[in-house]
């Protein structure tokens, strides 16, 4: 089984957290990188340049990082269908001179695009993606739709099929390099922002940073935990959360590691984890 591979695991020095602090931690395993076993999930129903104006296009605010139900993602602006990875990291780092927050992922495809923004109707998403496209920072754009989200599907298959989506689009990402607090598109994603990152291209705003995704979760013990729940950890030492990772059933979860590891499956078992966990929080009602 899983769990008895992972016991057999290396040992690692982990030397920064996700929460955005530095701290030397005792080691961590290094267990292999490899899919999520088909036990775990159930089959779901198929120098800095000028940056752009603005005005015109406004987006919706980030959920305050109180307990309760977040809210619904508005409408994105996808771009690009890469093969190669560097050409979506290239494409991230110019969105973020410009001041957007965007993250590139894996499709279903195999394909890499990107995808930003939050906006509050169609028009002002396509503003934006104009005036983007009339500076030659983007090619063609799609714009997705509220409707076009694992969430509002979830009316019609339930939500099994929701929470199936998340631990898909997690896995997707296994394997893509971590990225550290942000700073750079070159590394890949950091714990809270592939957390982020997963929730947002299911339909939910989930906050940025794995604090406000502890507080606006509703609390999940652990032997209630499901698929697409987070699980928090407290890695740099005291009882503060500084790292995050999404459940994926079997007590396993997917996760950013650490600065230079590529994103990865550990257990909930492990040593490391297990001494450090938190808790685990529910977004979804």
Known sequence: MYRSILSFSLLLLVVTGCGGRKAVVPPSPEPPTQQIPQSARQPAPRSTPQQIPQEGAQQIQEPSPAKGKLSRMGYSIQVGAFSNLGNAIRLTESLERQG??????????????????????????????????????????YIVNPEDYALAKERIYGQEYFRNEIVETAERFIGLPYRWGGS???????????????YHLNGLNLPRSSWAQYRAGDPVRRRALDKGDLVF?????????????????????????????????????NRYYAARYLGARSYLK
């Not at 890499?112 to 934006?128: C, L």
């Not at 459940?247 to 078992?269: C, Q, T």
């Open 100 to 141: 957007l927050s965007a993250y590139y992922f894996r499709h279903e495809t195999g394909l890499y695009k990107v995808r930003f923004g939050n906006y509050s109707s169609r028009e002002a998403a396509r503003a934006m993606a104009d005036r983007l496209q009339k500076t030659d920072i983007v090619p063609k754009y």
């Open 184 to 198: 750079s598109a070159r590394t890949g994603f950091d714990c809270s922002g592939l957390a982020m990152a997963v």
């Open 233 to 269: 950890f407290a890695t740099s030492g005291g009882k503060r959360v500084s790292h995050v990772g999404v459940y994926a059933g079997d007590e396993i979860f997917i996760h950013a590691p650490g600065k230079g590891k590529k994103i990865r499956v550990d257990s909930l078992s």
